[in-house]
T-cell receptor, first 115, second 109 residues
Framework: GAGVSQSPSNKVTEKGKDVELRCDPI?????LYWYRQSLGQGLEFLIY????????KSGLPSDRFSAERTGGSVSTLTIQRTQQEDSAVYLC?????????????FGPGTRLTVT | QKEVEQDPGPLSVPEGAIVSLNCTYS??????FMWYRQYSRKGPELLMY????GNKEDGRFTAQVDKSSKYISLFIRDSQPSDSATYLC?????????FGDGTTLTVKP
């Protein structure tokens, strides 16, 4: 079956512009996670959804970052007024449920470059 | 201090060697323990998961959890060049997972 997909795969944007990143989870997975990975670094948790609700938004770096999920499926991560420090790979993952074993399946990521 | 500590390496071994990758953690509430493999410019791939203390074996890979010491390990037997990647440990109670920073492994032919 299809895995987690993300689009775009690469995004170059100018400082100050808004960007929208998309994640399509595995069908039937109710939990969806967003992470950020800077070069040579581990995964930084941003936010997760159980269904359409976001029980934990604690990782969002600032109010320029927001995310939503509709229909319990597709999610978008929006970064407003991008800054150079936002440059990173943004990874999305999904799992059957956030209350289960939490085996997360990752997409290939969106590589964001802010110039 | 980070909740999860992982030796970043890099680690370089000859083909056929036994590899040991380790993580320590501080949050005793963690119940689930995972290992992910990440190839360059790819998303992490779930390799193994375990629940509570003990060992779990899958082919050449063995995951070990010692909750009393807050220490987990991944052993790779008969390592292959295709095992060259970054290995990330991850732990969770419920909801989000907390990841280590990853250990970069190179297996030389």
């Amino acid at each position: 079956g299809a895995g987690v997909s993300q689009s775009p795969s690469n995004k170059v944007t100018e400082k100050g512009k808004d960007v929208e990143l998309r994640c399509d989870p595995i069908s039937g997975h109710t939990a969806l996670y967003w992470y950020r990975q800077s070069l040579g670094q581990g995964l930084e948790f941003l936010i997760y959804f159980q269904g359409n609700s976001a029980p934990d938004k604690s990782g969002l770096p600032s109010d320029r970052f927001s995310a939503e999920r509709t229909g319990g499926s597709v999610s978008t991560l929006t970064i407003q007024r991008t800054q150079q420090e936002d440059s990173a790979v943004y990874l999305c993952a999904s799992s059957l449920s956030s209350t289960s074993t939490n085996e997360q399946y990752f997409g290939p990521g969106t590589r964001l470059t802010v110039t | 201090q980070k909740e999860v500590e992982q030796d970043p390496g890099p680690l370089s071994v000859p083909e056929g060697a036994i590899v040991s990758l380790n993580c320590t953690y501080s949050n005793s509430a963690f119940q689930y323990f995972m290992w992910y493999r990440q190839y360059s410019r790819k998303g992490p791939e779930l390799l193994m998961y375990t629940y509570s203390s003990g060992n779990k074996e899958d082919g050449r890979f063995t995951a070990q959890v010692d909750k009393s010491s807050k220490y987990i390990s991944l052993f790779i037997r008969d390592s292959q060049p295709s095992d060259s990647a970054t290995y990330l440990c991850a732990m969770s109670n419920a909801g989000k997972s907390t990841f280590g920073d990853g250990t970069t492994l190179t297996v030389k032919p």
